[in-house]
């Protein structure tokens, strides 16, 4: 990610669709790189700092859609994806990535 920003930005919860969409469009990339070379899983951020006046809650639904839209590629291709939590990010916590996968 560091061609269009860095490793958070361009982040999986911007405002505008087109920031998410480079997101999205980087991670099916490396779904088809992964199953290509032999691996079995890839990591992705979970998108942050909280953009200014967005709720946890509206965050946390622009992860799912976007999360929405590679894991149909990812189970086809059978690479898991795994969601890397970190400080300052959306997940700092495993627990919070627990917290998601149960909305």
Known sequence: MFAVGDTCLRSWIEPEAERRRIRVDHTLACLEIAAFIGCRNISVPPGGPLPNGMTRKEALHLFHQGMDQVIPKAQNL??????E????LLMERTEESIAWLQL
């Not at 059978?78 to 969601?83: M, N, P």
């Not at 939590?85 to 300052?88: H, I, R």
């Open 85 to 88: 939590p970190e400080p300052n």
């Open 78 to 83: 059978g690479v898991q994806l795994l969601i």
